[in-house]
């Protein structure tokens, strides 16, 4: 489970990992959420920054 702010243009930032798993799993799933790109959130139809919670989930085969 990671923290992240994304801002007015979408980009993630400030990512934290709040609930880990471990074995450099942590590090795939931030390196993967730094490239994705999300739709801004808006107010008063603006972008702005919002707080979100996101879960990585993995499939091992």
Do not use: T
């Amino acid at each position: 489970m990671l923290w992240l702010i994304v801002d007015a243009a979408g980009r993630p930032r400030d990512i934290k990992v709040v609930r880990g798993l471990g074995l450099g799993l942590d590090a795939k799933a931030l390196d993967a959420v730094r490239q994705w790109r999300f739709q801004p959130a808006l107010k008063d139809g603006k972008p702005v920054d919002v707080q979100i919670s996101v879960e990585v989930e993995f499939h091992l085969y």
